[in-house]
């Protein structure tokens, strides 16, 4: 197995009370969605298995990274002044970007199969960026939205181990209130929020992946309360109208934003005008 580039600083959590620190903020990722779900905490690592469950560890220990104790301590900077000397200039400097860094959504485009993407900020917007990334670009898929760290390495940009894949609606559970509530942040605003918001994503990405996984899919109801019948409604096409000309249309709608090849999702209300 390759070695993992934090390998070291995972081990150090064994140290002084880091241990003790990661389970802290283990709860506070957590104990959220547990609360809505009617689980214990402890419940949710058998519920998600091994392999999601990693997916969550790795997630808050890099928040753990970029988090200042209230007394000054960081684990970051702890581990690099007292064992620098063992890791590589790489490391170092992976380690230094990952505790200076911020989560948010990126929606992935532009797709080099074992070499890069393009990543859009859905929060904070943007130009997208291309990002090197060789196993990550192998496992997305054009229009993923992944909640990750993107740090600068040089003259371009990488994402880091802890990454959250969010479907479409769970990603817009997150992306909508922070962008109505802070629409008009500066840059240096959108760091403060997002230093400390990696939580409210852990509790995102929970609430829309442990009820599939257990059978308890949520009600589904209007805003009166009452319980919606999920239904399928076929629409047929004009067939003198010629495909390019259908999906260029559709591509022009603002209220039907892209899912993939041939697929589009309505998120608007269709004006009786037209």
Known sequence: MAKYILDGALRWLNRDDWAMQFEVLYHQHTSSAARALELDVEDIADILGPNHFSQISGWV??????????????????????????????????????????VSIYEVSELVPGESFLARDLIRGGEPIRVLERSGSRSVRPWDRLATRIMPRGDAFEMSGGTLLFTYDAAETLIVPLRSVAADATAQEWTTILAKAAPAFTEAWLLAS?????????????????????????????????????????????????????????????????
């Open 210 to 274: 442990i009820p599939p996984l257990t059978g308890r899919l949520p009600a589904l109801t209007n805003t009166d309360g009452d319980e919606l019948a999920p239904s399928t409604t076929l629409y047929p096409l004009r067939t003198d109208v010629p495909r390019e000309d259908l999906i260029a249309a559709l591509g022009r709608e603002d209220s039907l934003p892209s899912a993939g090849t041939d697929v589009w999702k309505w998120m608007g209300v269709r004006s009786s005008s037209r």
């Open 61 to 102: 220990f890099e928040d753990l990274l970029t988090r200042t104790l209230e007394d000054g301590r960081n684990l970051a900077n702890d581990y690099l002044k007292r064992r620098s000397w063992k890791e590589t200039a790489r490391t170092r400097a992976y380690i230094a970007a990952l505790r200076d860094s911020v």
